[in-house]
């Protein structure tokens, strides 16, 4: 079982938040994918999920608004949202509500959002992010 962190970056900056989650994910002794948007293939053999986006035009980016439409039942998944924005900030927060549609549980009730490049403090908060998901995967096995 591994925790898939999928994100669409038009900058750097999302993908930067992704890597820390990512690193979280493996320092807490757990397998972690990490897949741009376009890559990303489902949610199977997946014990957790990290979903971001960067914000243009108070909008998420359209592979990962696709992704959201196409992702199945989560039944208790546990998972996250989180994403970089320039102005506004609102994709972090549709993914979020979108994942609990779907039947996903929030390993933390609010997103990680970053203006701009996300600093060292939001990076830290990334890796605690993929700590949390993968003790929630732990609890799984």
């Keep these: 079982m ?33 897949f741009d948007a376009k890559e990303f293939t489902g949610v199977a053999d997946l014990c957790g999920l990290a979903l971001g986006s960067s914000t243009r035009m108070k909008r ?4 990962v608004k696709r992704i959201l439409s196409e992702l199945p039942s989560l039944d208790g998944l546990h998972a996250a949202a989180f994403g970089s924005y320039g102005w506004s900030g609102e994709a972090p927060d549709e993914i979020a509500g979108k994942l609990l549609e779907l039947g996903a549980s929030l390993v933390e009730e609010k997103p990680i959002k ?28």
Aim: proline share 3%; glycine share 6%.
């Design 2 to 34: 591994k925790v898939a962190v999928v994100y669409e970056s038009t900058r750097g900056r999302t993908k930067a938040m992704a890597e820390a989650i990512c690193e979280g994910v493996t320092s807490a002794g757990t397998e972690c994918a990490i």
């Design 60 to 63: 998420t980016l359209p592979m």
């Design 114 to 141: 970053a203006k701009d490049y996300p600093s060292d403090s939001i990076l830290e908060d990334c890796r605690s992010l993929g700590s949390k998901l993968a003790a929630n995967c732990h609890k799984r096995a």
